[in-house]
């Protein structure tokens, strides 16, 4: 018997390493292709932004989240898509941010992607189920 | 504005936001809103429940809140003008923080919590 599986959004709003959202996030989007589902969009929103840092840089004997995040975009190929008004205003900028602002460097790289919130909205719309990951 | 291009795909999934946090000291209830504010201008105005600590957001006659923030009474009040209508509390998160129904802003309205979870598609949390 093969089950149709699902696709999967994940609204994530907590800070790496200050809350628990983002690791219960990630362990809720690796678990997910054991049983025959996928997470296609994973939308960072407010501190939930910081988990895009490019410079993330943490202690060997504790998870790279950054890490997790490229991972799971190659494993399950799922769009990590940031909000740019949350990011932006937090220091997150990608290279045209950057340069916009007069910022010698970014702070945010692919496959990371700086979008508007009418894209969360675009993946409650088109994903199966839209789960809500916040402190 | 925002583009309209997928429209056609957002048939008629209904969209529930629930705001949990008190209004002044973070920017949740703002993010939360401007969350509800873009579903609206796709053309899918959410209902917004207000529970827990977020029902202080209610509370008639508020200011700006500290850390230098735009606050979020205004917003809340224009949010008719979107076809966001009415706000929804929670009764239990408003007795258990010694508030009354008569210290709430126009517009509104007891909620059946449950039940207006289960009638919506997709839940964001704020």
Known sequence: ?135 | MYDRQGSDIMNSRSILVIVRHPPHGTSWVREGLEAALVGAALGQPPTILFSGDGVLALLAHQQRGALGQKGSAAMLEGLSLYDIEPLWYDQRSLETRGMEVSQLMPGCQQACVADLIARHDVVMSF
């Open chain 1, 1 to 135: 018997m093969v089950s149709q599986g699902l696709t999967y959004a994940l609204m994530v709003q907590g800070a790496p390493y200050s809350q628990q959202a983002s690791h219960s996030a990630l362990r809720f989007a690796e678990a997910l292709p054991a049983q025959g589902h996928r997470v296609a969009t994973v939308f960072f929103y407010h501190d939930g932004v910081y988990n895009a840092a490019s410079m993330m840089s943490p202690p060997r004997d504790e998870p790279h989240l950054l890490e997790r995040w490229r991972a799971l975009h190659q494993t399950q190929h799922c769009e990590l898509l940031v909000c740019v008004a949350s990011a932006v205003r937090r220091g997150l900028l990608d290279e045209g941010e950057a340069r916009r602002h007069g910022h010698p460097h970014p702070t945010l790289e692919a496959p990371f992607e700086l979008t508007g919130l009418g894209q969360l909205m675009q993946a409650a719309f088109q994903h199966d189920r839209l789960i809500t990951f916040a402190p």
